[in-house]
């Protein structure tokens, strides 16, 4: 079974530009959650979708944003860059409603200039 | 969600047991502690998760305390690929797919 795959993996932009990530969960999973690593932040949950809907939400500006398709592909966008916004950005997909054995992706290494 | 509280770092010989420390003082009832692990520049990795029974797969055992107060997970053979940040997290029902890690504890096996 294929495992979570995220593109792009790298990306570089620079402040004031947007960016859309996007996220492909395991077969069969309906939840999709977004995190962003940083150094000094660490791992930080962003938000997660099920079945088309957003469920939960972390502490992130209105720059942060997601979707979720029928198929249960994601993605997530940030406008206005911000030179703070550079990280990793994880996504994980889990099988249930409830379940939090999730599986991540590799994450795509966002750059901002 | 729970906070969780890990030792920052903590060193391993190669082929010795690893045993990892967790206390979740404040969990509730409807929590469970879960591992996961990040190796360098991966996405973290599910290892175990468990309630109040200690629990054991193909990667780790899982003990928890009766009073459910703190946990360990075991790597009963480490080895060098288990060199990673592990992270214990308390989570619950209602988390919605929200996992809160914390700093973990980094391992490091020597050879």
């Known amino acids: 079974k294929a495992g979570v795959t995220q593109t792009p993996r790298y990306l570089i932009k620079t402040r004031g530009q947007q960016v859309t990530l996007s996220c492909s969960p395991i077969?069969?999973?309906?939840?999709v959650s977004w995190y962003q690593q940083t150094p000094g932040q660490g791992l930080q949950f962003l938000f997660e979708?099920?079945?088309?809907?957003?469920?939960n939400k972390g502490n992130f500006p209105g720059r942060f944003s997601g979707r979720q398709f029928s198929n249960s592909r994601s993605e997530m966008n940030v406008s206005t860059l911000e030179l703070g916004d550079s990280a990793l950005y994880l996504c994980?997909?889990?099988?249930?409603?409830?379940?939090?054995?999730?599986?991540f992706g590799p994450g795509t290494r966002l750059t901002v200039l | 969600d729970a906070k969780t509280t890990q030792p920052p770092s903590m060193d391993c010989a190669e082929g010795r047991a690893a045993n990892l420390p967790c206390n979740h003082s404040?969990?509730?009832?409807?929590?469970?502690v879960y591992w996961y692990r990040q190796i360098h520049s991966q996405g973290p990795q599910y290892i175990i998760h468990?309630?109040?029974n200690n629990e054991t797969n193909e990667m780790a055992s899982l003990i928890i305390t009766e009073d459910r107060k703190s946990s360990t997970l075991i790597l009963p053979h480490a080895t060098l690929r288990d060199t990673a940040v592990y992270y214990c997290?308390?989570?619950?029902?209602?988390?919605?797919?929200?996992?809160?890690f914390g700093q973990g504890t980094i391992l490091t096996v020597h050879p």
């Open positions: 994980a997909s889990s099988a249930g409603q409830d379940n939090n054995e999730q599986f």
């Open positions: 077969s069969g999973h309906r939840s």
């Open positions: 979708y099920f079945s088309e809907t957003q469920r």
């Open positions: 404040t969990i509730s009832g409807n929590e469970y």
């Open positions: 468990g309630l109040k």
């Open positions: 997290i308390a989570a619950g029902g209602t988390s919605y797919g929200k996992l809160t």
